[in-house]
């Protein structure tokens, strides 16, 4: 599969400045050659490397011209994938981007499947998995923090670490088997259990302080979800409008408006936040409403935080109570929402303990509500050392690693044959080697390209 010549469209379909039809393998010169007409009478072939040219696509059974094109032609193995790349920046539209494809691939090319140009990459040694994995991070980062922690992954950071602690199990198991073959023969290589118990557990503190992070990350990569809860007419609608800076959901004095979930994604101090507004919790009557109030109560049991929206002009009500009853247990921030028709809405509220009070009308306390947000996201969340743990394969790999590891010093105290204890020590060095794809197998690669567009 490796010697055929892929294409794909690599950036979105939609109206846009440019649009790029990616070539990838041996034939991507040849085909560009058949297709493209440059200004000045060139020929692709006698391109220079990583260098741009002006003319146009031709459709090689009519003559016509297709679109007029920037080429790029890119020598491997000077390139993402390590092979001859052509890359043809069309017109940013659909009509022509999809015609270039097709004429690309009438003379000589297949698509590419599913993130088969990163794979390829990964084949050919320019990225390892993790970094290919944080190929798609960066693509689909929702904040800065995101972006940041994806950014330093594909530059190599987490591999790093990775294959420091495996070059240390390497040369633990070299050790192990020597003493295993030769036993005595080498004093160099002689291994007491004290020290190869030792050596485990500075293996075991690296991978500890990974994972330490590891929900940190995951928070950073898919955010968390938030549900606005209330009775009616509290002002949930306005809330969400209010963080969102915009007039996502409809507004209005009359009860009951919102009759199913609004969802959006919020940035709240590098956070995602998919933020939902939804129906308010009350006695409904019609069957719409019924419909909307159950979805509501359905979302409450998905909800990493609930935003509880209390009216600061009416006071606390029985089904205020009611909604802070049924949700005892869970975390929650109490938002006194209207301040600008009750300055002095916290001391309607005592007896509720910690509140926050904000006006979705005027903007004020919001800042507060975002902190606070913040806060109780990444509570009791260390910041961790080194690279950032994102993705759960990540953390399941060095779990595993881990359990080895630990069984592998306990071998060591229970004075177990260095036979035995190497076995845990190869399955946690095994594991580690799934993170940067050198031990992962063909069903991991396939679950983690499968994740990447056509043309990435």
């Not at 493209?36 to 741009?52: D, I």
């Not at 993402?80 to 790349?85: A, K």
């Not at 590419?112 to 040694?125: D, I, Q, T, V, Y």
């Not at 050596?199 to 968390?224: D, F, N, V």
């Amino acid at each position: 599969m490796k010697e055929d010549t892929i294409a794909a469209v690599s950036t979105p379909l939609g109206e846009g400045g440019i649009g790029i039809v990616r070539i990838s393998g041996p034939e991507s010169v040849e085909i560009g050659e058949k297709v493209f007409r440059h200004t000045g009478g060139k020929h692709v072939r006698e391109f220079a490397t990583h260098t741009l040219h002006l003319g146009k696509v031709i459709d090689t059974d009519t003559g016509q011209v297709v679109d007029e094109v920037l080429l790029t032609v890119m020598k491997g193995p000077r390139t993402f994938t390590g092979e001859d790349i052509v890359e043809i920046n069309c017109h940013g539209g659909a009509a022509p981007l999809m015609r270039t494809l097709e004429v690309v691939l009438g003379n000589g090319a297949r698509l590419a499947e599913p993130g088969e140009f990163s794979k390829r990459a990964f084949l050919n040694g320019k990225i390892d998995l993790a970094q290919a994995e944080a190929i798609i991070d960066v693509i689909r980062a929702k904040t800065d923090h995101g972006l940041k922690a994806a950014v330093e992954n594909l530059e190599g950071s987490l591999s790093k670490e990775i294959n420091k602690v495996r070059s240390v199990l390497s040369s633990v198991l070299g050790r192990v088997e020597v003493n295993i073959d030769f036993p005595g023969e080498d004093p160099t290589a002689e291994l007491k259990t004290e020290e190869l118990d030792a050596l485990l557990a500075e293996s075991a503190r690296s991978i500890k302080r990974l994972l330490s992070g590891a929900k940190r990350g995951k928070i950073l990569r898919e955010g968390i979800k938030a549900v606005i809860v209330g009775k009616p007419n509290v002002g949930k609608s306005s809330l969400l409008n209010a963080l969102l800076k915009e007039k996502r959901a409809i507004v209005t004095e009359v009860p009951g408006t919102t009759r199913d979930v609004i969802e959006e994604m919020l940035n709240v101090g590098g956070i995602p936040i998919r933020i939902m507004d939804t129906a308010g919790i009350h006695e409904a009557k019609d069957e719409v409403e019924k419909m909307g109030v159950a979805r509501s109560r359905e979302l409450l049991g998905q909800a990493d935080i609930v935003l509880v929206i209390l009216d600061a002009s009416t006071g606390l009500e029985d089904e205020d109570l009611q909604i802070l009853n049924a949700l005892a247990d869970r975390p929650k921030i109490v938002v006194i929402n209207k301040k600008d028709l009750n300055a002095n809405a916290e001391g309607s509220f005592n007896e509720m303990g910690e509140t926050i009070s904000v006006s979705a009308k005027t903007g004020e306390g919001l800042n507060l509500l975002e902190e606070k947000i913040r806060a109780m996201v990444l509570a009791e969340q260390p910041r961790g050392e080194g690279a950032l743990i994102t993705r759960v394969r990540h953390e399941d790999a060095l779990k595993h690693a881990l359990g080895h590891l630990e069984e592998g010093r306990k071998g060591c105290r229970q004075g177990m044959p260095l036979d035995i204890i190497s076995i845990d020590i190869r399955e946690a060095w095994t594991g580690l080697g799934e993170i940067t794809g050198e031990t992962a197998s063909e069903e991991i690669l396939d679950r983690v390209f499968s994740e990447f567009c056509i043309g990435k």
